[in-house]
């Protein structure tokens, strides 16, 4: 069964500096999207993107951040100066296509990636 | 604006009796719902899913859930817990109009179900 992987599955790194984490999506889907989950809070939304480019992004998503998607396969998320306060377990998640150009309901989400900032 | 509401943080059962998650949504529009499962470790997983259709939904292991407009509530429901049922569980909710860049999901805090012998 196709399922959306990610890459590092733990990232160590200290305060200022740069991460980028890694998303391999379901291979014929076409909607991508970031969570993060802090530590005993909720999952929160970070951004979403289509057709090569941020469709919808939270208060979260500030200047610091960026997605891309380099490759066919690939999508990524780039912290450029961590802060202590972004650690936290970042999901992954890709939706299909639905029906009149929008996207399928469900969302299938990768196993995390637990940032730690120190 | 959107949002779930689930009960209880932790759900405590013993092996082979009801389950029963709570969750209340407050949504603008004709919401989407869902439930999702997080085992130790491991990524979330879709149980079940709302879509407008039938307002009892079936699914995966044994799982489902029924939307109640009345009552503003998609609680989860299993006849008879298993062991391998212990893990997260998380109602999630996603509006009723739907853009065409993609769908923000909005989490509930999540119930932690824990199974005993």
């Known amino acids: 069964e196709p399922e959306v992987t990610q890459t590092p599955s733990h990232q160590v790194t200290q305060m200022g500096q740069e991460v980028i984490l890694r998303c391999v999506p379901i291979?014929?889907?076409?909607?991508f999207y970031w969570y993060r989950q802090i530590l005993g809070q909720k999952v929160e939304f970070l951004v979403s993107f289509y057709n090569n480019e941020i469709s919808e992004k939270s208060e979260i998503f500030d200047d610091q951040f960026s997605v891309e998607r380099p490759d066919g396969s690939n999508f990524t998320l780039k912290i450029r100066s961590t802060k202590l306060e972004d650690s936290a377990m970042y999901f992954c998640?890709?939706?299909?296509?639905?029906?009149?150009?929008?996207?399928?309901?469900?969302?299938?989400f990768g196993p995390g990636t637990r940032l730690t900032v120190t | 604006a959107q949002s779930v509401t689930q009960l209880d943080s932790h759900v405590s059962v013993s092996e082979g009796t009801p389950v029963l998650l709570r969750c209340n949504y407050s949504?603008?529009?004709?919401?989407?719902l869902f439930w999702y499962v997080q085992h130790p470790n491991k990524g979330l997983q879709l149980l079940l899913k709302?879509?407008?259709?039938?307002?009892l939904v079936k699914g995966i292991n044994g799982f489902e859930a029924e939307f109640k407009k009345s009552e503003t509530s998609f609680h989860l429901t299993k006849p008879s817990a298993h062991m391998s049922d212990a893990a997260e569980y998380f109602c999630?909710?996603?509006?009723?109009?739907?853009?065409?860049?993609?769908?923000?999901?909005?989490f509930g805090t999540g119930t932690q179900l824990k199974v005993e012998l």
């Open positions: 291979s014929n889907h076409l909607y």
């Open positions: 709302y879509t407008s259709a039938a307002t």
């Open positions: 949504s603008s529009y004709s919401p989407s």
């Open positions: 999630v909710v996603t509006g009723g109009v739907l853009t065409g860049g993609g769908n923000k999901l909005t």
């Open positions: 998640a890709s939706s299909a296509a639905g029906t009149g150009g929008r996207p399928a309901y469900e969302q299938y």
